[in-house]
């Protein structure tokens, strides 16, 4: 009878575990797999998922049923008319004649740079080389940066991007320009900031494309400690891939595509890289898995590495920019500045006239630029980012041109604190572009709200879950705290001296002009 009672209570017990088994780790993957293979991202199935696999809270919103709220959104009439299909060349980056010939001729010389290097190293390694297509993605990309923005709103070609540097095949691996800068092997000195204490490979593809990696270095659930200082927080790959959705949401198309793609630091970095620096900053854990750590004056150490397990870590890859030889660049320090130190202030954090300044130098006596200044504190002000140093601008485009927004890593890294401070160059200016104003307040109705959009926008990533559901929820809270700062701004000066119509490029007026009119 005991006997029985516990043969009984045993196979309870078997029942119960392999029910909760089931429940948590088979149900989840499955659902996963379902909504990647049908492509369907409704959001019930998504928020399933991201609930079972995460435990977090879902906003119960986002069950509404429907058409995808992010279809929805760029089908508005705020993200239309659709940019022409053909933008006068001019008003294109690069001549397409000029730029396609040089690839052409570049892919040849790395073919034959990298068989001579194979040959002299007597490697039995069978050698990939680099085969130029025409319709490859990346060259699509570059090939339709315009004075407007990165990419066409009407373009497929981001979804191709992304697509790609999620499968495409690594051929070679090197440091990125700055790590070399510091090295003194590039005269990069314009154009990059040499920071080196970040990991970051560029990673070369068989069609010759190219991608900055930034590696996963923080687990999405943890929080930056309180007592850490902007510039000594993580680069989190997450964060980039979250940025680039939220700037394309906002559509501002001012950040390169990202994809969150698994990479094998084995093969796809080690094992292809030409570049000593590089494979000398490589090492096998004591628990075998393949690690490596940035190579620099600063934190040059183990305790610093990213470890692969044994070989596959997530990361980030952001499409790269053209050459800057094609494309040449211009690194800007922010006027916002935050100081680089431990107690230091900088000059906007004690003056609260410090706009007037600004407004006085070029080239913020340009509107235009001014207005990218707002748009630049907004978006860093959602995702959290207290780093933007410098902002880079194509030089073609001049000062009327568009500010992009990369590197973003070091957003996103408290749900919990929205850091007012980030907001300076709005309620010191009190200036918004209309456009932007009009697609904020869009993006803060519950038909769009920006979590319910961000959700459905980052579900298209092979990464898996993008942004904690705290991070989402942030941005509706922030998004607010941005509509309330613009809504004082305008009690206090009018709306039309707060919410300007971008095509006026006429000199920025001080206030003190303003109310002498
Ligand atoms: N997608 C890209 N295409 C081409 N160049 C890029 C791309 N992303 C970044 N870069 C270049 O590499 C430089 C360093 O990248 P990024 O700023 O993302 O890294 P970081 O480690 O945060 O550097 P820093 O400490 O200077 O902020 C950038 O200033 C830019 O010139
Ligand atoms: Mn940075």
Request: aromatic share 10%.
């Amino acid at each position: 009878m005991w006997l029985y009672r516990r043969g009984r209570l045993l196979l309870l017990l078997a029942l119960s575990v392999l029910a909760l088994d089931i429940y948590f780790h088979l149900w989840p993957k499955l659902l996963l797999r379902i909504s990647r293979d049908c492509e369907c991202p409704g959001p019930p199935l998504r928020e399933a998922v991201v609930s079972l696999a995460t435990g977090a809270s879902v906003a119960p919103t986002s069950t509404v049923p429907g058409p995808p709220k992010l279809q929805k959104l760029f089908a508005h009439p705020l993200y239309q008319p659709q940019d022409p299909h053909t933008p006068v060349p001019q008003n294109l980056l690069l001549n397409y004649h000029r730029a396609t010939g040089s690839y052409k001729k570049r892919v040849v010389h790395f073919n034959r740079k990298r068989q001579a290097l194979h040959t002299s190293q007597n490697s039995s390694a069978p050698l990939t080389e680099a085969v130029f297509n025409l319709s490859a993605p990346w060259l699509q990309f570059h090939l339709e940066i315009s004075r407007d923005a990165l990419y066409p709103r009407s373009s497929r070609t981001v979804e191709r991007l992304i697509d790609w540097m999620g499968n495409v095949t690594v051929i070679s691996a090197d440091l990125s320009p700055d790590e070399k800068a510091l090295n003194g092997e590039c005269d990069c000195s314009q154009v990059v900031k040499p920071s080196g204490t970040h990991l970051k490979v560029i990673l070369q593809f068989l069609d010759f494309g190219k991608a900055m990696l930034k590696p996963m270095r923080q687990r999405r659930e943890a929080e930056t400690p309180e007592d850490f200082f902007y510039f000594v927080d993580y680069q989190r790959h997450n964060a980039e891939i979250a940025a680039f959705h939220l700037d394309r949401i906002l559509d501002f198309r001012r950040v390169p595509p990202v994809a969150g793609r698994l990479v094998n630091l084995t093969s796809e970095i080690l094992e292809v890289t030409p570049n000593e620096d590089l494979e000398w900053v490589f090492f096998v854990s004591p628990a075998n898995n393949t690690c490596f750590f940035a190579k620099c004056p600063y934190t040059c150490k183990t305790e610093y590495a990213v470890c692969g397990n044994p070989h596959l870590l997530e990361g980030s890859l952001s499409a790269y920019l053209p050459s800057l030889s094609h494309a040449p660049r211009l690194s800007v320090p922010n006027p916002w500045i935050r100081s680089y130190t431990f107690a230091g202030k900088e000059e906007w954090e004690v003056n609260p006239s410090y706009c007037d300044q600004v407004k006085q130098t070029e080239p913020y006596t340009n509107m235009k630029r001014l207005l990218n200044m707002m748009d630049l504190a907004m978006f860093d002000f959602l995702i959290g980012n207290m780093d933007r140093h410098h902002y880079e601008v194509f030089t073609k485009f001049g000062d009327d041109g568009f500010l992009l927004h990369h590197d973003n890593a070091r957003g996103f890294g408290r749900h919990s604190h929205d850091e007012i401070t980030i907001l300076a160059p709005v309620y010191q200016c009190c200036l918004v572009k209309e456009d932007t104003w009009l697609r904020l307040k869009l993006l803060s109705t519950p038909e769009y709200r920006l979590s319910d959009v961000m959700r459905e926008s980052l579900s298209q990533d092979r990464l898996q879950t993008v942004l904690t559901e705290p991070h989402l929820l942030a941005l509706d809270r922030r998004l607010q705290t941005v509509l309330q700062v613009v809504e004082e701004c305008v009690q206090k000066h009018g709306n039309g001296s707060v919410i300007i119509k971008e095509s006026r490029s006429q000199a920025v007026p001080t206030r003190v002009q303003q109310r002498a009119v």
